[in-house]
């Protein structure tokens, strides 16, 4: 349900938390791994759109960069 995930993504990717920090936070740490482990995933999707426009004070670029090459994880 989004009014889960909503509160993980945000702590996850705008704020820079660690998975046991939002675990700490009350969330259920099975959850937390799952959502993680999808956004991680599939972050090349993400590097395949087109620019869009700003909506949140993080910017989606270098600051959330992963490795697409070499079986990242």
Known sequence: PYDILDPI????????QTPQQITAAG???DTVE????????NEH??????PGPRVTPKPLTRDRRYPITNAWK
């Open 9 to 16: 993504l945000e702590r996850y990717i705008e704020q820079n």
């Open 27 to 29: 969330f259920p740490s």
């Open 34 to 41: 799952k959502i993680l482990r999808l956004v991680d995933q």
């Open 45 to 50: 999707k993400r590097r395949q759109a087109p």
